[in-house]
C-alpha cells in the first residue's frame, strides 16, 4: 500500500505565492508519472501539471509561466509552486502519482486534495 500526504494550501492574496507537496511513501519501487489536478465545486476537474519520471513536464495553458512542477525521485515527493496567484486559482488541489510497487505492479494512488484560496 502507498500513502500520499499533500500539504502547502491555504489563504493567499492576490499575486502571492504558494508551494504545494505531495509525499508518497510505502511500497514504491519506482514512481512514473506525479501529477496535479485541481478542482472548483460545479466545475469539471482540471489537469494542472505532470512531470515524467525523467523530467519531461506538462502544464495547463492557465498557468504556464506562472507554476513550476518539480519532483525529488529521493523523497518520492512532487511540489507545486505557484507564483502570481489570481482568484482564479482557488480550488482543491490533488496530487496522483502512478506507482510501481516491489512486485512490479502498477497502481494509480491520489491524494485528499488541499484547498488553495486566493482572496483579498
Known amino acids: 500500500q502507498v500513502q500520499l500526504v499533500e500539504s502547502g494550501g491555504g489563504l493567499v492574496q492576490p499575486g502571492g505565492s504558494l508551494r504545494l507537496s505531495c509525499a508518497a511513501s510505502?511500497?514504491?519501487?519506482?514512481?512514473?508519472?506525479m501529477v496535479w489536478y485541481r478542482q472548483v465545486p460545479g466545475k469539471e476537474r482540471e489537469l494542472v501539471a505532470d512531470?515524467?519520471?525523467?523530467?519531461?513536464?506538462n502544464y495547463a495553458d492557465s498557468v504556464k509561466g506562472r507554476f513550476t512542477i518539480s519532483r525529488d525521485n529521493a523523497k518520492n515527493t512532487v511540489y507545486l509552486q505557484m507564483n502570481a496567484l489570481n482568484p482564479e486559482d482557488t480550488a482543491t488541489y490533488y496530487c496522483?502519482?502512478?506507482?510501481?510497487?516491489?512486485?512490479?505492479?502498477?497502481?494509480?494512488?491520489w491524494g485528499n486534495g488541499t484547498l488553495v484560496t486566493v482572496s483579498s
Open positions: 510505502g511500497n514504491i519501487f519506482v514512481i512514473n508519472n
Open positions: 512531470i515524467a519520471r525523467g523530467g519531461r513536464l
Open positions: 496522483y502519482v502512478d506507482v510501481v510497487n516491489w512486485f512490479r505492479t502498477p497502481t494509480r494512488y
